[in-house]
């Protein structure tokens, strides 16, 4: 191994290190842990839903089969994305 692996090796380490010790607290804590929440929910639903009329725009007729379809998958992965959020707090 090079030298410069051996300093990223390090640096990630380091990183992961501190990551399990931050533990937010108070209003600032909850801001944070509520901020990261709401996006981690919003953004896959927005683009399911930019995706899905996107799709639907390019068939011909009315249709809000591709829209309403990725909304629900939006929907699931961002609950999907916001449990594994909350339970990496806990470890």
């Known amino acids: 191994m090079s030298r ?3 300093k990223l090796r390090d ?3 380091m990183q992961l290190e501190r990551r399990r010790r931050f ?9 944070l842990i509520g901020g990261t929440v709401g996006l ?3 953004v896959p639903l927005l683009l399911g839903a930019y995706l899905g009329r996107w799709l ?3 068939q011909t007729g009315y249709s809000v089969r591709w829209t309403v379809s990725l909304i629900v998958l939006g929907i ?3 609950a999907y994305n ?3 959020f909350l339970k ?3 470890q």
């Open 82 to 84: 916001v449990y594994r």
């Open 4 to 6: 410069r692996d051996d």
């Open 56 to 58: 639907d725009s390019h």
């Open 40 to 42: 981690l929910f919003v």
């Open 11 to 13: 640096s990630l380490k």
């Open 76 to 78: 699931v992965v961002g």
């Open 23 to 31: 533990k937010p607290s108070g209003p600032i804590g909850l801001i």
């Open 88 to 90: 990496g707090l806990d």
